[in-house]
């Protein structure tokens, strides 16, 4: 994945649109599936407002064995239905191996989180999908060892990576991670691959989102993935760091200049 053997930027296909190149993609939605009504209401809020991908986790894996696991199949089934209602290709999170070829009949972008990025059978399996993936930096990875799980997935013969920093865990507590925009800046260099920032994972703090946001686009991102929700009290994960409709029609606001730029 090295720019000294591929100078020119990727771009890696999501559904009929892309990431990479001159437009700054926003990828939105809520951080799990919960119900047809919860999604397809906020993947319609955000389509109108400017978002190209719709997030949302079928398959959770949460610090807590007890906390909402997500809803599995029915879950991805309802992603299809709100990208065929809509025309917004999505983007999911694939926990096992096993899963891979199901959830490839599903989604458009398979999700490697960041508790999984060392999962080399797994990188291996995304790798063998042909499907484009979205690869999250591990919690506590180097820059080197996020870059060589990338080339897991591209030595089986996939080149459709995005890289996403989401936040790397430090002594700091006030915040849920550290969101390392340094890492942005130096993968841009070293690697022809998107490279996407997850600030609602990197912040953990909703009010923090908008201005990491264009923190990312400032630094050369080629965009972003957040977390949004119409009722993020009643969220069943991550409410606390959802962006409510208000505050996602702000952040595309605020966004315009590079979302524009196509
Ligand atoms: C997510 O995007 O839903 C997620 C769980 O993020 P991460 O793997 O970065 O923690
Ligand atoms: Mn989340």
Do not use: W
């Amino acid at each position: 994945v090295s720019r000294e053997l591929h100078p020119h930027d990727t771009q890696v296909p999501l559904g009929n649109t892309q990431i990479g190149g001159e437009r700054f993609a926003v990828i939105a939605g809520p951080c799990s599936v919960e119900s047809r009504e919860q999604l397809l209401a906020v993947a319609e809020m955000v389509k109108a407002k400017g978002a190209i991908g719709l997030r949302g986790g079928a398959f959770k894996p949460r610090t807590s064995p007890y906390a909402f696991q997500g809803l599995g199949l029915e879950g991805l089934k309802l992603l299809k239905e709100a990208n065929d209602q809509l025309g917004l290709p999505t983007v999911s999170e694939v926990i096992s191996p096993e899963d891979v070829p199901m959830m490839a009949q599903y989604v458009d972008m398979l999700q490697i989180g960041a508790r999984n990025m060392y999962n080399y059978r797994l990188l291996e399996a995304v790798g063998q999908s042909g499907k484009p993936v979205m690869l999250k930096r591990g919690l506590s990875a180097t820059i080197e060892e996020f870059l060589l799980a990338a080339e897991y997935i591209v030595a089986q013969g996939n080149p459709q990576v995005v890289l996403c920093e989401r936040g790397i865990r430090t002594f700091e507590t006030a915040t849920r991670n550290t969101l390392d925009l340094n890492a942005v800046a130096l993968l841009k260099q070293k690697t022809h691959l998107p490279v996407v920032v997850d600030p609602s994972h990197g912040t953990g703090i909703r009010e923090l989102v908008i201005p990491l946001s264009r923190a990312a686009a400032a630094v050369g991102a080629d965009g972003i993935i957040v977390e949004a929700h119409l009722n993020p009290k009643e969220a069943l994960s991550d409410g606390h760091q959802a962006l409510t409709e208000d505050l996602f029609e702000q952040l595309m606001r605020e966004l315009a200049p590079f979302v524009a730029a196509a």
